[in-house]
């Protein structure tokens, strides 16, 4: 076991089973507040961030550190009548969050985009530890950890998977479409426009359905405005609480396909892009016109993976059925 400490108080513990993680950092974020819901469930005062240099290849067991204040303040949770919470910490399981590194920061309002996913509790065992206790889980890869007790049914993690938003530029109109998963908490979506990206006004609703599976939404623009059009959704749960999707941009200025490439600088090992049009594949380039990597895309949404790709600057030229677009990426 490595252990790590936030001043003399452990926060966390992992065994890497014979993976070669590489330096790893650990971020713990306390909070102080009353205890915060999220999809019809309350969650502990505390999250842990990890953050190898290299992702394991198997599992890799890991110890989330929290104190007995922290559990009983959990169970004494008052403010949202239909929210569950464990009748004590050994019905805690664990909603893990993998995103870009900016969105894994301590707060779920920013986590769209990624991925949610939830170790139940028959898959965390709880341990009591000096003041307090520790939850031992399995995991194959790093991110953003928060513990909770799944909602009414024991399975859920805690906010809405936005899975896709995509922006399709059409005669005169945008057609914007997204697919969701988790829907408990969900009321509706409110998709909304911008000229500059940074004023955005609401465009029109749809109702959430709300029934924890898989589902698919669409909105179509009709009247767009000429030039650059900035779009995203505002995710609204029953609560009141929501979160702020990914960004599409169209651009009725140009005829060809419209590209979103994010982050850049890029700090992690991920590189997200969106385009009007069907993706087919993508090409790195070193700054002296070497060929570092090739991607297979599919769809209008990928992410590239650039892990172990050394920092520098570059140029990625990414191709769909009817444009080519290259953009300089700084892999910092």
């Not at 939850?135 to 896709?164: I, K, M, Q, R």
Request: proline letters at 4%; charged letters at 15%.
């Amino acid at each position: 076991w490595v252990h790590f400490n936030s001043g003399a108080t452990r926060v966390v513990s992992i065994n890497a089973n014979g993976n070669n993680l590489g330096s790893t950092a650990v971020a713990v974020y306390p909070f102080t507040g009353s205890v915060r819901y999220q999809n019809y469930q309350y969650y502990l005062n505390r999250n842990i961030v990890i953050r190898p240099t290299s992702q394991p290849a198997t599992d890799v067991t890991v110890r989330f550190y929290f104190s007995d204040a922290e559990a009983k303040s959990l169970l004494a949770a008052t403010g949202c009548g239909v929210c569950s919470k464990p009748k004590d910490p050994y019905e805690l399981g664990v909603t893990k969050f993998s995103g870009l590194a900016a969105q894994e920061n301590g707060t779920l309002a920013d986590n769209a985009g990624g991925v949610h996913s939830f170790i139940l509790p028959a898959n965390t065992e709880i341990i009591p530890y000096d003041n307090g206790y520790y939850a031992e889980f399995a995991v194959n890869s790093f991110s953003e950890f928060w513990l909770n007790n799944g909602g009414p049914d024991g399975t859920h993690s805690l906010p809405v998977n936005l899975l896709t938003f995509e922006a399709v530029k059409q005669t005169k109109k945008v057609l914007l479409q997204w697919t969701t998963d988790n829907e408990l908490n969900a009321d509706k979506y409110i998709v909304e426009r911008s000229a500059d990206g940074v004023t955005y006004a609401s465009i029109g609703n749809v109702p959430a359905y709300n029934n924890g599976n898989k589902n698919s939404y669409n909105l179509t623009d009709n009247q767009p405005l000429s030039g650059l059009n900035f779009y995203r959704l505002k995710m609204t749960d029953k609560d009141g609480s929501f979160r702020n999707s990914p960004v599409r941009r169209i651009n009725f200025d140009n005829a060809g396909d419209d590209f979103t490439i994010y982050p850049n600088p890029v700090k992690g090992d991920k590189i997200y892009i969106s385009s009007t049009g069907n993706l087919s594949s993508a090409m790195l380039f070193d700054a002296s016109g070497r060929l570092v990597k090739l991607f297979t895309l599919r769809g209008r949404s990928n992410m590239l993976d650039v892990g172990g790709i050394a920092n520098g600057t570059y140029q990625l030229k990414v191709f769909t059925e009817n444009t080519t677009h290259t953009e300089k990426i700084i892999i910092q």
